[in-house]
């Protein structure tokens, strides 16, 4: 009991000192809260990772901080910290339950998507040589606007200014030997 009223003065002594402006005894009142704070919220949170709990003396640390004018030097220091820190903690289980709401845990996210269709391999697309001759059964035009935009990979400004085509005739010319394609190649 001695000995927590005398830390209690030390740590208020440095607040003190801290407020008129001593970098030294501000430093030195951070370092020596910083295991108070530590072992006090793995007593309240005993459940927490180590990373949380870290989590939530870095917060504490922080609002003593942003709050250390708020300290009234003729008060006892540790009572003042601990409400801060019990206020973190707080702070930190709405945190934790919003987070939980919103948010599903995996262990391994998934490669890609979990639905079939949309995982589409190479192999599926079947024969290349079988694309390309259906490729060349369409127009002028829409071989020409499917070669510049999708195979060549030009923008649709620069497949206009090549082809003397407007933009707006690319991307009808393009969306026709599209659907063109999936309908002849569905039927071989």
Sequence with gaps: MAQERHDSEKLADLMRAGQDGD???YAQLLAEIAPIVRRFVRRQRSFLDREDVEDIVQDVLISVHSVRQTYD???????WL?????NRMIDSGRRYVRRAAHEV???APPVTFS???ANLGQAEYGDPEELRRAIGRLPAGQREA??????????????SAVSGSSVAALKVSVHRAVLSLRKTLKKE
């Design 105 to 107: 845990r995996v262990e």
């Design 115 to 117: 639905d079939p269709d």
């Design 146 to 159: 499917l070669e510049l935009l999708k195979l060549k990979e030009m923008s649709l400004k620069e497949a």
């Design 73 to 79: 030097s003729e008060r006892p220091f540790l009572p």
């Design 82 to 86: 601990i409400a801060i820190a019990r």
């Design 23 to 25: 970098k030294r005894a």
